[in-house]
Each structure stands twice: as C-alpha cells, then as structure tokens.
C-alpha cells in the first residue's frame, strides 16, 4: 500500500507529508485548497507530464516521494522480474522537478520513466474523471472481462497465445519457403557451395580461440626473438662492427698507457675486465635466444589458418560455434530445397494442424468468456443498483474480430440502459460522466478481490451525484477497502463519513502567500468537517449532532 507521500515547492504546497493507512482514506476540504494538487503530485510521481509551471511560485526545484509498503508475493515477484527489489519490503519512487526536466529515482537509483511507469502500474490505479474514459475505450472491455474470473481465463489465454504464436511462425515459414523452379534451383546451389565450404574447412569447436591465444603467443615470441638477435648482432656478430670489435682495439690502443703510469694502468684494468664481462654477456645473450621456441614454418601455419577461420567468420558468424550452427541450418534447408515437393506438402500440413489447434484454443476462450460475461454483467447490475441505478440494464456482447490474435478472435463491447423501456446501447452513446464514474466503482468492487493492484485512489467520484446516491457510492468504497487500500477526494459528507482514516486539506496565508496544509482528524475533527460538509460555515449542534449519526451509521455498516 502507499504509506507516505512527501510533497515540496509544487503549486500550492510549500512543503507537506501525509501518512495513509489500510483501508479507505478520504481527503476534504474547501474548493480550491489543493486537493486535486495533492493528488495530483502522486500522478507526478509515478510518470505523468510535468513543466517547470507547475512548481511553487519563485521555487528553482520540487519533490514528490511515494513510499510504497509491499506485501504481496504476487507484486514483488513482478518487481523482480523487472530487476527492482524493496529493502525490506519498502519501494520509495521519487520525481525531482526541475527547470525544463527532471530525475526519477527508486530507492535512490536513478531511472527511466518507462521503468518508472511499468513500477507504478503494479503499485496504484488512479480514476479520475480523465480516467474513467477508459470505459468509453471497447478495446478496454475485453480486459476488463477477462480479469473477471481470471483464474479460468488465464490458462486458456496461455494456450491461446501459445497457439496463435506457433501458427504465426508456419505461415511465416510457408511464406519464405515458397519458390518458383528457378528460385529453389538458384537457393540449392547457393546452399550446396556453402556447406561444402564451410565442411572443407573441417572446422573445430573453440578452434577460432585457440588459434588466437597461439598466434598472439608467436607474435610475441617473434618479436623478442628478432629483438634478442638484433641486441647480439649489435654487440657480437656485425661484421661492419659490434661491441666485443671495437673493445679489443680500445684494449691495443690502451697498452701503452697501462706501463706509462697507475693512472693508465687502471684505466687498462677497467676496459679488459669490461671486455670480459662482455664475452660473458655475449655467451649467455646466444643461450637465451636458443631458448625461445619460435618456428617460422608454424607461425606461417597458425596464420594461414587464422585467415581461413576468420574468412569464415566475415560470412557466416562471429565464431565457430555460429558457423557450424549456420552450416546445419543450411544442410537442413538443402534437405528441403532437394525433395522441395514433399517438404512444402509437410509444411502446408503443419500449418493447417496448427490452425486447427489455434481455432479449438479460441473457441475455448470464446465460451468461457460468453459464460462470464452474463455473470459479470449481472454482478455489475447488482453493483449498479446498489448505486441507485434502479432500472439500469448492462450487457457485455462479445462478436467475432476480423482476425485472430494472441487474444483469441472476441472483441466485446459493454452496452447500457439506464431508463425502463430503453433498449441497451453502447456504453459510450449512453453514460454520462457522473454516471461512467459510478458504473466504473461498480466494476472496481467486482473486481476487487481479481485485481492485484494494492492501492485504489478515486479523483471526482462523487461528480453528479448527492444524497442517496453518495451514501451508496460511500458504502461501495468501504466495501472495496476491505481487502485494498482506497484513497478518495470528495465534497460530500456521505462519502467522508465512510472514511477509516481522514484527512483535511486547507489554505493557510503567510508573509504574503498562500500555502496548502493537511492533517490526519480524530473522531471528533472528522465529525465538525462532515458538519461543514453538511452545511457550510454556520454550523449549529444539530448539525453537528447529524455528522455525528451519519459517522456512527457508516461505522456499523462496515
């Protein structure tokens, strides 16, 4: 359920937080105290459109944070399957509000509104008067008769879709193996010269890897070899000169020097000990470079190899693996092509087998879904009377779509009559939008125990709509919070009086500006705001005595 909303520098609202509780919350308040903006924050939150004009007047930036205290197995597996994961059962979805954009967050990591908006479809169900148009939508009325008695829909759904999908995969597959003559001929022969190609190269699993670890292994041994024998050239072997050359004419021309005086004598010392730590360096330098294991007969070989597989590759996969994969696909497709007659006989029977199964698995949707949407219908008219609707008939009529589809060949249209001796017609050309709000409340209570989504929240569900009426719309919310959270705005006090928790959202003046508040009411707070729900600002005890009645009354249908 939502358990926090936490609100800063948005229209109205200075800087405000609100704790929800179970059952059904409601909001009151006078108009244009900023409940429609309190709601409409969490709407924010979630994903809807924002400008920059919607922050507090001289702000540079805003806040909305939903926190979200999740129970439900269902929903947290869903949450995973998406790679969100609450701590400790806690999810806190954030929108930042900038100048010209802003930044997303669940649980502190930064996200995109795609992943924000498919998070928050699994958390809440806004209806608002924009919302209940859905109705209005036939392409809506299948989903909403499908999840009446899902447990049976969903199955037969699977296996439709299952079927549908396999059906579409040999047409598919019918419609690229349809050749003429010269076609198959042309495929064959292609065909043929590639599997010969690739099973000429006699190609390994993993052989595309190995072959690379040798040659950068030969690549490597090469170049310190070539490096190793140049060092020797330079200090033993050139014949234009080296090293151990030009020491031994330094040592002759030294010799002189070494009995002229200690001095020269030293220096002579020097140079032949130097002379001989270069043979001796010499020595050791001609060992190492025996020790390297470079063959240029199997570099060439490594590499010539090389070539071929990754000649290979640039046509048909990006490693071995890919091309021998390719290279089956293609002698299945030769097997084909060469008794092309009895494969597309086969393929043609495959797809008439699967349309058969794809048929028998729509027409077992089709039925249940026809038993379904008279006891749907009938429990929405039961609903629907409960909401005054006296003489209101409704009808879900399913016809046959033009085409199949993952969803089976329905298409289904809810139909209405709301005045004795009116024949049904289509819900669109009927409802008004007070009444689309109500005959919505009537499928949500339906659906309550069906849908997964924890928190409900109800925007204008009291719109045209007083007395009796509200009083039932009231009982029906009470009826929905029992086993999910409802958060609902209202004007009227029936509805308020129904509330488990309530709250009132007013205006307040300071240093020249006007800022929205709200507060959690106790027993008897709630009882002086239904009073002026009731009556306005002159309230007297008898209408206080009345709010009282009607709290009590609504307390003992729950």
């Given amino acids: 359920m939502l358990q926090n909303l936490y609100v800063k520098n948005l229209a109205l609202i200075d800087e405000t937080e609100v704790e929800f509780g179970e059952g059904l919350n409601i909001l009151t308040g006078e108009t244009g105290a900023g409940k429609s903006i309190l709601l409409g924050s969490v709407t924010l939150a979630l994903g809807g459109k924002y400008n920059a004009q919607m922050l507090r007047n001289g702000a540079k930036s805003g806040l909305v944070e939903l926190t979200f205290h999740i129970k439900e197995e269902k929903i947290l597996k869903k949450l995973e399957a998406l790679d969100i994961y609450p701590e400790d059962g806690y999810l806190t979805l954030s929108r930042r509000l900038l100048e010209g954009r802003s930044v997303s967050k669940i649980n502190g990591e930064t996200v995109n509104m795609s992943v924000l908006k498919d998070v928050a479809s699994l958390l809440i169900d806004i209806h608002g008067q924009h919302d209940n148009q859905t109705l209005l939508h036939r392409k809506n009325h299948l989903t909403l ?173 990006n490693t071995v693996s890919d091309i021998l994969a390719y290279c089956e696909e293609k002698r299945q497709r030769l097997s084909e092509l060469e008794d092309y007659d009895s494969f597309m006989q086969e393929l043609l029977e495959k797809q008439k087998k699967a349309e058969k199964q794809m048929e028998k698995a729509a027409m077992e949707l089709h039925e249940v879904r026809e038993q379904n949407a008279v006891k749907f219908a009938e429990e929405i008219v039961h609903q629907m009377s409960e909401l005054n609707f006296m003489d209101a008939r409704f009808e879900i009529r399913l016809t046959e779509a033009k085409s199949y589809s993952a969803q089976g060949k329905d298409d289904a249209e809810f139909y209405l009559s709301v005045n004795p001796g009116e024949p049904v017609r289509p819900l669109g050309d009927v409802a008004s939008g007070g009444e689309l709000s109500r005959i919505m409340l009537a499928i949500k209570t339906v659906l309550a125990d069906e849908e997964d989504t924890p928190t409900l929240i109800f925007d204008e569900i009291d719109s045209g709509i007083s007395g009796i009426t509200a009083g039932r719309v009231g009982e029906r919310l009470q009826l929905i919070g029992k086993s999910r959270q409802v958060i609902c705005i209202t004007h009227l006090s029936q509805i308020a009086a129904a509330a488990d928790i309530h709250f009132c959202i007013h205006k307040e003046a300071e240093d020249n500006s006007v800022r929205t508040q709200i507060e959690r009411l106790d027993q008897e707070d709630s009882v002086a705001e239904l009073a002026r729900l009731l009556w306005g600002a002159n309230v007297t005890d008898g209408i206080i005595d009345s709010a009282r009645e009607m709290k009590e009354l609504a307390k003992r249908e729950k």
Wanted: charged share 40%; net charge negative; glycine share 4%.
């Fill in 145 to 317: 008769l499908d999840l009446y008695g899902k447990e049976q829909t969903d199955p037969l759904k699977e296996k439709m879709a299952s079927c549908y999908q396999e059906w579409k995969a040999v047409c598919k597959k019918v419609e690229q193996s349809s050749l003429d003559e010269e076609s198959r001929r042309r495929e064959l022969s292609l065909a043929e010269f590639e599997v010969n190609e690739i099973e000429e190269a006699a190609l390994k699993e993993g052989e595309d890897e190995l072959l690379e670890e040798q040659y950068r292994k030969m690549t490597d041994s090469r170049k310190l070899t070539e490096g190793v024998a140049e060092a020797y050239q330079y200090t033993a072997e050139d014949e234009r000169g080296n090293a151990s050359d030009y020491l031994s004419r330094a040592i002759r021309s030294l010799q002189e020097a070494a009995s002229f005086d200690e001095k020269g004598s030293q220096l002579y010392d020097q140079i032949v000990e130097i002379d001989s730590l270069l043979n001796d360096f010499n020595r050791d330098l001609a060992e190492y470079a025996k020790s390297f294991e470079y063959s240029e007969e199997e570099f060439s070989e490594v590499e010539s190899r090389l070539n071929e597989v990754n000649h290979l590759k640039a046509k048909y996969g």
